[in-house]
């Protein structure tokens, strides 16, 4: 199916609306929202300008469910009805563009900042390093519960699904890391139990969400605790659950090899598109910044694939990508004017400035 497929072809999902391509934007942390949570107008231009650059589907930054859950300065939050305004102007204006939209739903758990929320984080453990403490089982019951609110928050507002945020080191990551998860409750120990948590959203969400609501959920391979026959088993079950409409991998570089010996000889993409996925889109992220690799992913077996540093580079990566195969992202370091120009805010600048190493260039001393 996916060797065949072009950047330009369409992509139907289980539920909702197709992508018009399989080029989509990638989850990505701009810091240009209110320190309440509420959308930023910055935010909201980097988001539209994106769907008005004929991204198939174009996903908010990570919206954090609980106000103690927010791990960023200028973060989206998702958390209360107050959210709701903002959420559905982004929705209102990403459909207009022509885009399918989502909101990514996070919690950062022991990663939280209590400078920002004035709280104690909590994590699925005591942890000494950052001085969270462990979730009662209540809690992660409650926690669960939010997770789903916020994704009935989201198609309130008019946005066609949600993506859980599984990937990277956060919340639901932390259940997943297989050092640190000792507890004895339902939600400790075993792999089944430590997934459990993804399991039990997912099933809320699917039975208090309309049918055509879009689900999505992104994972990373390795790292974080993780270990690679652990995603491999859970992207498994996942997909064949048929519950989701698409997985997103997020592979840091889509065909490096991955740091367990067990798969040496394979890339990080192959651990996953080898796997049976039933109706579930399999989406990847990592490194893919020109027309040329976009496409070798599908033709070794993605759906889509997602967009990040090279959407920030270029607004209109799908529709330059789809009218030249050669097409390749402008080279860093890029200007800060050049930023400016595709719709880069002030915040989401001087976060690429001092957080991505040799993103930005630095002026030219007079």
Known sequence: MSSKSS??????????????NRLALAPLTNRQSLPDGSLGADEFRWLTKRAEGDFSL???????????G???PGQLGIWSDAHLPGLERLASGIRAAGSVSSVQIQHSGCRAKPELTGQQPVAPWDDAETGARALSTAEVEQLVEDFILAALRAERAGFDGVELHGAHGYMLGQFLDTRNVQRSDRYGGTFENRSRILFEIIDGIRSRAARSFQLGLRLSPERFGLTLPESRALAQAMMGSGQLDYLDM????????????????????????????????????????????????????ADFVLIGRGAILHHDFPRRAIADPGFASAELPISAEHLRQEGVGPAFLDYLSTAWQNFVSKPEQR
């Not at 950047?7 to 018009?20: V, W």
């Not at 000889?265 to 996925?277: I, S």
């Open 70 to 72: 927010q791990g960023f």
């Open 7 to 20: 950047l330009s072809s369409p992509l139907t999902l289980p539920r909702g609306p197709a992508l018009k």
């Open 250 to 301: 997020s592979l840091w570089d889509v065909f490096s090899e991955p740091i367990d010996e067990a798969f040496k000889g394979k890339t990080l993409l192959g651990c996953f598109t080898e796997l049976e996925r039933g109706g579930t889109r399999l989406g990847v992220a990592g490194k893919i910044m020109d027309a040329a690799t976009a496409q070798r992913c599908l033709d070794q077996g």
């Open 58 to 68: 174009t996903m908010s930054c990570a919206a954090h469910v609980q106000a103690g």
